[in-house]
């Protein structure tokens, strides 16, 4: 990145790329699919590891297990927040059914799920985002670690509480009660 963009008074004046402008480039072909658009900037996804893919399947498919009729469970989907936003969750758990989201992206979920391997940092700055929107819990699989960092109770742009969770503690959901954590599944030796 040139170094003139990281001084403050061209980031001062950026202008952001709100959602429609951001679909319309992308339907036009200008935007790889490979993106997301976070707080109006285009960012480029990271690839995925073998370790990621087999959590985010196995959770996913927990979870719908889980969730039947009553959720959605939707995999690298965008949720769109505030127009200039629509980061696409590893795993978004939402109320309501595939057709709601004909013409437009949930705006909000009762669970947002990353799994980060190497990206921690990049998805904990995505709290801000995700507590924007309302989500009542936001899950950091920190899959080095085998652990799950789960932030709650959003407020503004954070999350006023925020609890690491192993397979030592009692894995409860407030947002998703009664789901069961299988702890040597998600993270099997």
């Known amino acids: 990145m040139p170094a003139s963009l990281e001084l403050t ?15 319309v480039l992308g339907d036009m072909g200008f935007i790889p699919e490979t993106t997301e658009l976070l707080e109006g900037i285009v960012i480029k996804k990271m690839p995925k590891s073998p370790l990621h893919n087999y959590i985010v399947f196995w959770l996913a ?33 939402v109320e309501g059914d595939a057709s709601d989201f004909l013409r437009s992206n ?3 979920a009762r669970v947002v799920i990353e799994v980060s391997c190497s990206s921690l940092a990049a998805d904990q700055s995505k709290a801000v985002l995700y507590a924007k929107a309302g989500v009542p819990e936001y899950w950091i ?20 509480e925020t609890r690491i969770v192993s397979a030592e503690n009692e894995f409860v959901s407030k947002a998703l009660p009664g789901f069961v954590l299988d702890w040597s599944r998600l993270f099997p030796r």
């Open 9 to 23: 008074t061209f980031r001062e004046r950026q202008i952001p790329l709100c959602v429609d402008a951001y679909h």
């Open 141 to 160: 699989v920190r899959a080095e670690e085998r652990v799950i960092e789960i932030r709650s109770c959003p407020e503004g742009t954070e999350y006023r």
């Open 61 to 93: 498919n927990a979870l719908r297990a889980f969730a039947g009729a009553k959720l959605l469970v939707r995999e690298e989907k965008p949720l769109e927040v505030d127009g200039f936003s629509e980061p696409e969750p590893d795993i978004a758990v």
């Open 106 to 108: 949930p705006e909000t």
